[in-house]
């Protein structure tokens, strides 16, 4: 099992160590903030955060009088972390049953963090059905249910090109019949229809609400780390259309773009729940900010 500052190894072995070497420089000149910008840049933390976190370390450095650059990595590392929103306690447990949607691109990682999310649950005690609600591929719900052999969760789905929102409504009074106390419903991610998607995720909405009082209790949208700042153009579309809570952010271990926590973080408005950290069922880790930030730094 990987943990955060493992998963953050290429992150801060391809930028964060250049930008601790360059704050390592005797005096604060304009190169060194030139080059800090274009080093920010790099590691996806966003042209637009990025100017805005310059901007403030420059005030602070001249409010603190700061002159040399070794000083600056404190303040550097204070205000990445005020970026970051510390995530509240997941809306789940309390209840006869909950709801979790699951949103994202297809190709983002979606069914195999919901297969992470279910083994996690399960060690925890709960009684996860998974619902397979991307009715769009067979694929999709052929993946779902080789996951769920490994983790040991039944799967209702459904025929494919089907009716996703009857999928999910069979799921919950499944899940009810058979004393399940969890239902994780996956959900299509095509984003070439994005109107027939949207239209879909909100009928889906609609179901869980009628069904399940408060449902959907979570909704969790998956980014694919290695993409970068393309995942923030994705997440956008998922906000239209649908009330999303929270961010999994899969693939970390593969990216040296974890700078995208912060962009998502002030773009997006939302806590990054968990991270993906590796390719085993185990390696799906809560978002700690606090071991984020020092694993970047190493």
Same mark, same amino acid.
């Given at each position: 099992?990987?943990?955060?500052?493992?998963?953050?190894?290429?992150? +801060?072995?391809?930028?964060?160590? +250049?930008?601790?070497?360059? @704050?390592?420089?005797?005096? @604060?000149?304009?190169?060194?903030?030139?080059?800090?910008?274009?080093?920010?840049?790099?590691?996806?933390?966003?042209?637009?955060?990025?100017?805005? #976190?310059?901007?403030?370390? /420059?005030?602070?450095?001249?409010? &603190?009088?700061?002159?040399?650059?070794?000083?600056?990595?404190?303040? #550097?590392?204070?205000?990445?972390?005020?970026?970051?929103?510390?995530?509240?306690?997941?809306?789940?447990?309390?209840?006869?049953?909950?709801?979790?949607? $699951?949103?994202?691109?297809?190709?983002?990682?979606?069914? *195999?963090? $919901?297969?992470?999310?279910?083994? +996690?649950?399960?060690?925890?005690?709960?009684?996860? #059905?998974?619902?397979?609600?991307? *009715?769009?591929?067979?694929?999709? $719900?052929?993946? @779902?249910?080789?996951?769920? !052999?490994?983790?040991?969760?039944?799967?209702?789905?459904?025929?494919?090109?089907?009716?996703?929102?009857?999928?999910?409504?069979?799921?919950?009074?499944?899940?009810?019949?058979?004393?399940?106390?969890?239902?994780?419903?996956? *959900?299509?991610?095509?984003?070439?229809?994005?109107?027939?998607?949207?239209?879909?995720? /909100?009928?889906?909405?609609?179901?869980?609400?009628?069904?399940?009082?408060?449902?959907?209790? &979570?909704?969790?949208?998956?980014?694919?780390?290695? *993409?970068?700042?393309?995942?923030?153009?994705?997440?956008?579309?998922?906000?239209?259309?649908?009330?999303?809570?929270?961010?999994?952010?899969? /693939?970390?271990?593969?990216?040296?773009?974890?700078?995208?926590?912060?962009?998502?973080?002030?773009?997006? =408005?939302?806590?990054?729940?968990?991270?993906?950290?590796? &390719? !085993?069922?185990? !390696?799906?880790?809560?978002? !700690?900010?606090?071991?984020? $930030?020092? =694993?970047?730094?190493?």
């Amino acid at each position: 099992m990987k943990n955060l500052f493992q998963s953050l190894a290429r992150t +801060r072995n391809t930028v964060f160590s +250049r930008i601790a070497s360059l @704050l390592g420089a005797s005096e @604060l000149t304009p190169q060194v903030w030139e080059d800090l910008e274009a080093l920010l840049i790099q590691a996806d933390v966003g042209v637009e955060t990025t100017v805005d #976190l310059l901007a403030r370390l /420059k005030k602070r450095a001249d409010a &603190e009088a700061i002159l040399r650059a070794d000083r600056l990595r404190e303040a #550097l590392s204070e205000e990445l972390r005020a970026l970051l929103p510390t995530p509240p306690p997941l809306n789940l447990g309390g209840r006869p049953l909950d709801v979790l949607l $699951i949103v994202g691109v297809n190709g983002s990682g979606k069914t *195999t963090t $919901i297969a992470k999310l279910a083994h +996690r649950f399960r060690r925890e005690g709960r009684r996860v #059905l998974l619902a397979a609600a991307d *009715t769009f591929r067979a694929a999709a $719900i052929d993946q @779902l249910r080789i996951w769920a !052999d490994r983790v040991g969760c039944p799967v209702v789905s459904g025929p494919e090109g089907g009716d996703p929102g009857a999928v999910l409504y069979d799921a919950i009074q499944a899940a009810r019949s058979r004393g399940m106390d969890m239902v994780i419903a996956d *959900t299509a991610g095509r984003l070439h229809t994005r109107y027939n998607l949207m239209e879909e995720l /909100k009928k889906v909405r609609r179901v869980a609400a009628r069904a399940v009082e408060g449902a959907p209790h &979570e909704t969790l949208l998956v980014l694919d780390a290695t *993409t970068g700042q393309n995942a923030l153009s994705q997440a956008r579309h998922f906000l239209e259309a649908v009330e999303v809570t929270g961010i999994v952010l899969a /693939k970390l271990d593969s990216s040296a773009r974890g700078g995208m926590v912060f962009a998502i973080a002030r773009e997006l =408005g939302l806590p990054v729940r968990f991270v993906g950290t590796g &390719e !085993d069922l185990d !390696d799906l880790a809560p978002f !700690d900010p606090d071991a984020f $930030i020092q =694993g970047l730094w190493g």
